[in-house]
T-cell receptor, first 114, second 113 residues
Framework: GAGVSQSPRYKVAKRGQDVALRCDPI?????LFWYQQALGQGPEFLTYFQNEAQLDKSGLPSDRFFAERPEGSVSTLKIQRTQQEDSAVYLC????????????FGDGTRLSIL | DQQVKQNSPSLSVQEGRISILNCDYT??????FLWYKKYPAEGPTFLISISSIKDKNEDGRFTVFLNKSAKHLSLHIVPSQPGDSAVYFCAASANTNAGKSTFGDGTTLTVKP
């Protein structure tokens, strides 16, 4: 399909392991956003890319979180030395431009840290 | 401090009636507001938006109203249908902040046949 694709859909990891979450945005979309959604809450902003440039990473909870979008399309969110509090749904969204545009979301990756 | 609040965690209405979902915000820099709908195990889907230069936007059964002085917006669904049952998120963004969206915690709407 032509929507935002995220993989894996589910990820279970042991505390202390590193994980990598992938996002394939809609082709041609300049802006890409990562959000974290805890149970019963709304998505919370993590970081934003415009093409390959990471323009805002103010929402990343700690330096264990790292995101990249090296060629301005696919993006990877990496979490090092995972902790139980990292358990959440990680949502990726893209939009044609950044300002005053709706975002198109993927179905998320549900991360469970044991 | 939550900048976007949806004070009703849940709402139940009868099919055919009006559903009204409410949202309050505190940041006066917000100038673009959106409603998203979310089904279980899926990502949010864009429903309708409104710019701060308007006070109403309508799209079929869905209408969003914005009251800037009260920092309040609402989503009206008329008539409500069982397929509208979902979680509805209000979101806001500021032109000066690269479109980063701040979300409320959602309202679960149940439309009973």
């Amino acid at each position: 399909g032509a929507g935002v694709s995220q993989s894996p859909r589910y990820k279970v990891a042991k505390r202390g392991q590193d994980v990598a979450l992938r996002c394939d945005p809609i082709s041609g979309h300049v802006s890409l956003f990562w959000y974290q959604q805890a149970l019963g809450q709304g998505p919370e902003f993590l970081t934003y890319f415009q093409n390959e440039a990471q323009l805002d990473k103010s929402g990343l909870p700690s330096d264990r979180f790292f995101a990249e979008r090296p060629e301005g399309s696919v993006s990877t969110l990496k979490i090092q030395r995972t902790q139980q509090e990292d358990s959440a749904v990680y949502l990726c969204a893209s939009s044609l431009h950044s300002v005053n545009q709706p975002q198109h979301f993927g179905d998320g990756t549900r991360l469970s840290i044991l | 401090d939550q900048q976007v609040k949806q004070n009703s965690p849940s709402l139940s209405v009868q099919e055919g009636r009006i559903s009204i979902l409410n949202c309050d915000y505190t940041n006066s820099m917000f100038d673009y507001f959106l409603w998203y709908k979310k089904y279980p195990a899926e990502g949010p889907t864009f429903l309708i938006s409104i710019s701060s230069i308007k006070d109403k936007n309508e799209d079929g059964r869905f209408t969003v109203f914005l009251n800037k002085s009260a920092k309040h917006l609402s989503l009206h669904i008329v008539p409500s249908q069982p397929g509208d049952s979902a979680v509805y998120f209000c979101a806001a963004s500021a032109n000066t902040n690269a479109g980063k969206s701040t979300f409320g915690d959602g309202t679960t709407l149940t439309v009973k046949p």
